[in-house]
């Protein structure tokens, strides 16, 4: 909705560090009641009603105590799989962060497109992102974790690939786009969702919080990473290749990730 409320803005005839000071206080505002309203964000569900929902604690004992306990990031760091999950986290968000902020770009300067069709065709990528979360959100809890993370990733490959093939008219604009949001979208909850069997209960709130964080330095750092790509290689035509370099990276982070998984599961 961010985007399309800073198209309406800008269409209108403001500058653009208006359209951006608007979000910015709609993002202020959300910051602000969220904040009053952690004193409300407590646990009142005891043993029996947790068991009723089908959720066994952590333990019979002191289990809140364990669940918060601080943990020390070279510690985390230190245990099978996590650097690897950091580093997929890393990946596939580059692939979507630099995807949002640089495909209307790539479609003016290396597809050709006017300014106007490239915003409109870019803003697929929000299409594809949104159904292929309302589509891993409904298929959750029927199909493997492993299962949404690998075919995120596969069809992450379908679209760059797509995006590297000559191809005639606007097939590529219309599909890339999309299947590029619907690859991103099933990944990331889905690795958060695996976290309690691959870390254990007690350091899944301090490792879904190293996941955050790896996001949000991502966010930070891809996409301006790109403009030196860019730069360096004096074209847009380097974008495929740059999704596709992080997608690649993703695949073999994962599959460390399912290596430590078996090993787990054989007690090895």
Known sequence: ?????????????????????????????????????????????TAAQMAQLGETPYAQGDWRHDMRR??????????PAAVAVIVLMFATTSVEQTTMLWASSYMVHAGGMSIHTAGV?????????????????????????????VGGIAVLLGAVVLMVVPMA????????????????????????????RLFGAARTPAMIGMQTAAVSLT????????????????????????????????????????RVARLHARGG
């Open 121 to 149: 065709y870019a803003n697929l990528f929000f299409v594809g992102l949104v159904a292929g979360s309302v589509v891993a959100g409904v298929v959750a809890l029927k199909v493997r974790d492993v299962w949404m993370v």
């Open 70 to 79: 601080p943990h020390v990031v070279r510690t985390l760091m230190a245990m």
């Open 219 to 258: 966010t930070l750092v891809s996409p301006v990473l790109f403009a030196g790509v860019e730069r360096v290689s004096g074209s847009m035509h380097a974008l495929p290749w740059y999704l596709l370099g992080f997608t690649v990276i993703a695949l073999a982070a994962y599959a460390r990730v399912l």
């Open 169 to 196: 008219g606007l097939w590529r604009a219309l599909t890339a786009p999309v299947l590029l949001g619907v690859g991103c979208a099933p990944i990331a909850p889905a690795v958060v969702h695996a976290t309690p």
């Open 1 to 45: 909705m961010g985007h399309t409320v800073l198209g309406w803005i800008i269409a209108d005839g403001a500058d653009w560090r208006w359209a951006y000071r608007t979000i910015g206080l709609v993002q202020l505002a959300l910051a602000v009641v969220l904040a009053a309203g952690t004193r409300r964000w407590r646990d009142h569900l």
